[in-house]
């Protein structure tokens, strides 16, 4: 089986903005999540039995000689380099944004019969926070849902965020105490054509479910590890509309499964997955556990997580062999220790 792993950041797809500055440093606060991935998905299948993987690199990176990989070439655009890569290997592990319809796009460019990952269905789904809300909320399920500017009701809610309605890792995304405010910066994202979300900020402890789904059968979902997230809110600044919320970070397997929390947010992952028929393989939920109100969801990623580092490790067990098996792959994982990888190149 040949399996080719293409991470957007780190794959070329950011490589005009790096062209623009003086050295990746001036960037790699962009890429060492996408690195980091990429590096444990690429480690653990090659860890399996009869899996020869490569992966999609940048030129602006140094990738150790002997090391599988490729490269676009002059002019190809990403989409035409993820269509031609896709076509030399059985299948691709693709890990995007989901920001204006890249997972979408590359889903196209790779075709169902190499995807390893969500359905175009589920993924669509989940690209937007509003509509993702909606569907939970018909099913039963606590969410935060997306609010009508004239509809910000200051007696019973006290802050509010304004964010890309398809973002990710707090990207673009705004806190305000003041319910004029939030208005103000709803309605001029809209008036600039910008797909936004306004929502009530909810109070709690932020965490991350990650998952392994089987879009076939919604009650195999499994609960791999309840992740502590770690987000900060930056105090506004003169100029700037309201409080920039910035990921920093995530925490693994913080919450034991076994716990009461842990049974609660296990329940969680089932019905979600169940209304979003066409999860596949890592799937990861973002949740703030509310002191009085629980667990709320606050949006889903339906693709690999910064959470998938270091999983196969604490686990002791092979995550890739488990996506791949999702997607009626069934491969034998050799122990860690036969060929472990720490990193697959550096930033030059």
């Given amino acids: 089986m040949k399996l080719w792993v293409y991470e957007y950041l780190t794959g070329g797809g950011i490589d005009r903005q790096f062209a623009d500055n003086s050295s990746l440093a001036d960037l790699s606060a962009l890429v060492v999540e996408g ?21 999609a690199s940048s030129r602006f990176e140094t990738v150790d000689e002997g090391v599988a990989h490729c490269r676009a070439k002059p002019g190809e655009t990403m989409l035409e380099f993820v269509a031609r890569a896709a076509r030399e290997h059985d299948y691709a592990w693709i890990v995007a944004p ?40 018909s099913r039963g399920i606590a ?40 208005r103000a910066e ?51 600044v003169a100029g700037h509309p309201g409080q920039v919320v910035g990921f920093e970070g995530v925490d693994i397997g913080c919450i034991d499964r ?21 999860l596949r393989g890592f799937v990861g939920i973002d949740v703030v556990w509310h002191p009085s109100r629980g667990p709320v969801v606050i949006e889903v990623n ?32 050799r122990p860690a220790a036969d060929n472990a990888l720490s990193t697959c190149g550096t930033a030059t």
């Fill in 35 to 55: 690195r980091m991935m990429r590096d444990a998905i690429v480690g653990d299948l090659r860890q399996l039995d009869g899996v020869q993987v490569s992966f």
């Fill in 98 to 137: 989901e920001c204006d319809g890249l997972m979408l796009d590359l889903a196209d460019a790779v075709g169902p019969a190499r995807w390893i990952g969500c359905t175009k269905e589920a993924i669509a789904l989940a690209s937007s926070k509003r509509a993702t809300a909606q569907r939970l909320a």
């Fill in 143 to 182: 969410v935060t849902p997306a609010l009508e500017a004239a509809r910000i009701d200051a007696r019973t809610q006290r802050r509010w965020v304004v964010k890309p309605d398809d973002g990710a890792g707090g990207l673009d995304t705004h806190v305000f105490d003041d319910a004029d405010g939030a």
């Fill in 186 to 236: 709803y309605a001029a994202r809209c008036a600039a054509g910008r797909d936004t979300v306004l929502q009530e900020w909810v109070d709690g402890d932020p965490l991350s479910v990650s998952l392994i789904c089987d879009g076939c059968d919604t009650s195999r979902t499994t609960l791999v590890s309840i992740n502590l997230q770690r987000i900060g809110v930056a105090a506004a």
């Fill in 258 to 278: 076994n716990g009461a929390q842990g049974r609660a947010l296990d329940a969680l992952a089932q019905q979600v997955a169940a209304a979003l028929p066409g």
């Fill in 302 to 333: 339906p693709r690999a997580t910064v959470a998938y580092a270091g999983q196969s490790a604490r686990l002791g067990r092979n995550l890739a062999a488990d996506v791949l098996a999702a997607h009626g792959l069934h491969v034998r994982a």
